[in-house]
């Protein structure tokens, strides 16, 4: 699992690339950590090159999502493949993100 982080004023994208399994899960929780300390921008989730999440990786999504909320940020998930969107419909996680093609 690969991460890369990129900021530009307000802004940080989040490059998500590989499989977002519960191994992966941890190391990307720490790697993401200091974005909810600083959450008060927009934060887009890239996931085009994301082949598969796991519970673990949704809780880190959730998390983000909430950090973000409580400092007035916001989150986009962006470039979903049909199966990450599928496991996000039947999770209801849908509803919770701003989604982008």
Not at 11 to 20: M, N
Not at 60 to 73: D, E, N, P, V
């Amino acid at each position: 699992m690969e991460v890369n982080i990129t900021r530009q004023d307000k802004v940080t994208t989040v490059q998500l690339i590989g499989r977002l399994d519960t191994p992966a899960s941890q190391e990307v929780a720490k790697t993401l950590e200091p974005l909810q300390e600083n959450a008060s921008g927009t934060i887009i989730l890239d996931c085009n090159q994301l082949e598969y999440i796991s519970s673990s990786g949704l809780r880190i999504f959730l998390t983000l999502r909430k950090a973000s909320m409580a400092k007035g940020g916001n989150v986009i998930v962006r470039g979903m493949n049909e199966e990450i969107r599928t496991v996000f419909m039947m999770t209801g996680f849908l509803n919770l993100f701003q989604i982008e093609d």
